[in-house]
C-alpha cells in the first residue's frame, strides 16, 4: 500500500466499525517508511515538512509490574495503596502490563504512524532507592525499548520524571521539600543520559512540576461550577506558603540542575528541556491590545514555573506578593537556576483564562468562565481549541524558545466498545480535529513547532481516577489486556499520514 486514500480511510474507519484486530483494521503493510501524500507540497492544512507525529506515556500508568526486576517504591505505590485515594480502590500493580508488553505496543504504534514517542524513565526502576548504586535490569528495560523503538522507526523522546518520585526520597528527605532530591535527580538525569544518549538525541526533564507539586503539596482544588473540586496527588500533603514556595524552588531547579547534568554527561549535541502544562491567557479578540494583556497574564500565572524556568529568576511581582513566603534562593543557585534550556515542551489541555486589555495595573482583567462554558469529560477540562494556536504563540513572544513541541494533548471520554466492537470516540475525534486546526494556524504562522504528541497512546492508570478516566487513541480491556484501535486513531493515523489537518 503506496498511501491511503480517503476511500481506504472510509473502508478503516469502517474496519473499526466491525471490530476487526488492530493489523487489520490499520491495513496490512503500513505506509509509516513512505513518503507521505503531503511531502513537499504545500496546503492551506498542512503542517510544515518534518513535523514530528507522535504519542506520549508516562511509565507509571502504563508499566505495571511495579516491584520486577529490583524497582524500588514509588510515592505512588504509597499512594495508591492508601485506602481512599484512589478510585474505586484500583492500583497501578498491573496497569497495561507495558513492562511485559512494550514490543506489541510499540508494533501499534508503528501501525497508527507514530514517528516520535515520549514515555518516561521510571526514577526507581534506575536507582530503586534514589541514590546510590542503579539497578542494571531497570536500565535494561528502557534500552530494549529504545531498541525497539527506533528499529520500528520511531524516534524515542525519554521524559526523565513524571511524578514516580523514589519512595525512599521523601521517606529520607521529605521528597522535594529538599535540596537533597535536587542533587539525587541531577545524578539520575546525568546516568540516564550516559547509558542512552547514544540512541536518544533529546530529552525531557521533569513532566508538569505545577501539577505534581500544587495537587501532591497544596490540596488543589478546581473550580467546577461554582464548586471548588479537589484534585490531590501524591505525597497527599498540605504545605503552608512558604514550604510550598520552597518545594516549587526545588523542583524549578531540579530542571535546570538536570539540564547540566544531561549536557555534561549527554553525547555531544544532546539536546534537552522541560515538559510543562503553561497556563494560557487567552485574548478575547486577536487585536495587539488584547495580545499584550494576554501575554502579561501568561508570564504572570506561570510565574513559579515556566516563567522561572524561562527567565532565570523570578519576576519582581511574584517576589512581592510573596513577600515573606517567598522562596530562599542561594547565589549560588540563582547561577543555577539562569541555564538555559534547547528547547519546551508544552501540555495543552485548556485555556487558563480568558482576558480582556485593562487600564489598571497588571495590564488586564481576567473573566470568569461562564457556568455554560462547555467541558470535555473530567472536571477540569474546559473546552477552547483555540489555547492550541494561543499558547505557543505567546510562548514564543514572550521567550522566544529554539524550538517548541507540544508534548501533550486530549481529552477523556466515555469509551465503551459498541454492539459491533467499535469504540466510536467522536468527542476526542473532534477535539483533536479542531485543537490541530489551530495548531496549524500557529506553524502557519512561523511558530517553531516541531511536533506534537498526543496523550495518550492507550487507556491506562489515570492516577487518582484509576481506571475509569480514559485518554487513549487506543482502547484497553484491563481484564484481558486486548487493545483495540478508536475512531481517533483512525484520524490521528491519517493526520499524521498526510502531515495535515484532515
Ligand atoms: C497531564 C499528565 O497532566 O494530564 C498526565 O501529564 C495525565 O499524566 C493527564 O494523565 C490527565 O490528567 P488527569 O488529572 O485527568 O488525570
Known amino acids: 500500500m503506496s498511501q491511503l486514500s480517503r476511500r481506504e480511510f472510509g473502508h478503516y474507519a469502517g474496519a473499526l466499525a466491525l471490530g476487526m484486530s488492530t493489523t487489520r483494521a490499520l491495513g496490512a503493510g503500513s505506509?509509516?517508511?513512505?513518503?507521505?501524500?503531503?511531502?513537499?507540497?504545500?496546503?492551506a492544512l498542512s503542517f510544515p515538512q518534518g513535523?514530528?507525529?507522535?504519542?506520549?506515556?508516562?511509565?507509571?500508568?502504563?508499566?505495571?509490574?511495579?516491584?520486577?526486576?529490583?524497582?524500588?517504591?514509588?510515592?505512588?505505590?504509597?499512594?495508591?495503596?492508601?485506602?481512599?485515594?484512589?478510585?474505586?480502590?484500583?492500583?497501578?500493580?498491573?496497569?497495561?502490563?507495558?513492562?511485559?508488553?512494550?514490543?506489541?505496543?510499540?508494533?501499534?504504534?508503528?501501525?497508527?504512524?507514530?514517528?516520535?514517542?515520549?514515555?518516561?524513565?521510571?526514577?526507581?526502576?534506575?536507582?530503586?532507592?534514589?541514590?546510590g548504586s542503579p539497578n542494571g535490569k531497570g536500565v535494561d528495560f528502557y534500552s530494549r525499548l529504545v531498541d525497539e523503538l527506533l528499529a520500528a522507526g520511531i524516534e524515542p523522546f525519554p521524559t526523565l520524571y513524571h511524578w514516580d518520585l523514589p519512595q525512599a526520597l521523601q521517606d529520607k528527605y521529605g521528597g522535594w521539600q529538599s535540596r537533597e532530591t535536587v542533587n539525587a535527580f541531577a545524578d539520575y538525569s546525568g546516568y540516564v543520559a550516559r547509558k542512552l544518549s547514544d540512541r536518544v538525541s533529546r530529552f525531557f526533564t521533569l513532566n508538569e512540576i505545577g501539577t505534581f507539586v500544587d495537587r501532591g503539596h497544596a490540596g488543589f482544588e478546581v473550580q467546577v461550577g461554582g464548586e471548588n473540586v479537589p484534585l490531590e496527588s501524591a505525597p497527599g500533603l498540605r504545605l503552608p506558603p512558604a514550604e510550598l514556595n520552597q518545594v516549587r524552588f526545588h523542583a524549578v531547579l531540579a530542571q535546570a540542575l538536570s539540564v547540566q547534568a544531561i549536557h555534561a554527561m549527554g553525547k555531544k549535541g544532546t539536546q534537552c528541556g522541560p515538559a510543562d502544562n503553561v497556563s494560557t491567557a487567552v485574548p478575547v479578540i486577536d487585536e495587539p491590545e488584547h495580545v499584550r494583556a494576554a501575554e502579561l497574564a501568561t508570564r504572570e500565572l506561570n510565574a513559579t514555573y515556566l516563567t522561572v524556568m524561562m527567565e532565570g529568576k523570578y519576576p519582581e511581582t511574584f517576589l512581592a506578593r510573596a513577600g515573606k513566603h517567598a522562596p530562599r534562593v542561594t547565589d549560588e543557585d540563582a547561577r543555577i537556576l539562569a541555564t538555559p534550556v534547547d528547547f519546551i515542551g508544552i501540555n495543552v489541555y485548556r485555556p487558563a483564562v480568558?482576558?480582556?486589555?485593562?487600564?489598571?495595573?497588571?495590564?488586564?482583567?481576567?473573566?470568569?468562565?461562564?457556568?455554560?462554558?462547555?467541558?470535555?469529560?473530567?472536571?477540569?477540562?474546559?473546552?477552547?481549541p483555540e489555547v492550541m494556536y494561543w499558547a505557543p504563540r505567546i510562548v514564543h513572544s514572550l521567550w522566544k524558545p529554539n524550538a517548541i513541541y507540544i508534548t501533550e494533548n486530549g481529552c477523556a471520554a466515555s469509551d465503551e466498545p459498541s454492539e459491533d466492537g467499535a469504540v466510536y470516540d467522536s468527542d476526542r475525534n473532534m477535539f483533536t480535529r479542531n485543537c490541530l486546526s489551530h495548531l496549524q494556524r500557529a506553524t502557519a504562522e512561523g511558530v517553531p513547532v516541531k511536533g506534537y504528541f498526543h496523550w495518550t497512546l492507550m487507556d491506562n492508570f489515570e492516577w487518582s481516577a484509576g481506571y475509569g478516566k480514559r485518554f487513549g487513541l487506543v482502547y484497553v480491556d484491563f481484564?484481558?489486556?486486548?487493545?483495540?484501535?478508536?475512531?481517533?486513531a483512525a484520524y490521528f493515523r491519517e493526520a499524521a499520514w498526510r502531515n495535515a489537518v484532515v
Not at 60 to 78: F, P, R
Not at 479 to 488: D, E, G
Request: a positive charge; one cysteine or more.
Open 51 to 131: 513535523f514530528r507525529w507522535g504519542v506520549a506515556t508516562s511509565a507509571y500508568q502504563i508499566e505495571g509490574a511495579v516491584h520486577e526486576d529490583g524497582c524500588g517504591l514509588s510515592i505512588w505505590d504509597t499512594y495508591a495503596h492508601t485506602l481512599g485515594k484512589i478510585e474505586a480502590g484500583h492500583n497501578a500493580d498491573v496497569a497495561n502490563d507495558h513492562y511485559h508488553r512494550y514490543r506489541e505496543d510499540v508494533a501499534l504504534m508503528k501501525e497508527l504512524g507514530v514517528k516520535v514517542y515520549r514515555f518516561s524513565i521510571a526514577w526507581p526502576r534506575i536507582f530503586p532507592t534514589g541514590t
Open 354 to 384: 480568558y482576558v480582556l486589555p485593562s487600564a489598571q495595573l497588571p495590564g488586564y482583567q481576567s473573566i470568569p468562565f461562564n457556568v455554560s462554558h462547555p467541558r470535555m469529560q473530567s472536571s477540569w477540562h474546559l473546552l477552547g
Open 479 to 488: 481484564k484481558t489486556q486486548k487493545r483495540t484501535p478508536k475512531l481517533s
Open 31 to 43: 505506509p509509516a517508511s513512505e513518503a507521505s501524500p503531503q511531502a513537499g507540497r504545500s496546503s
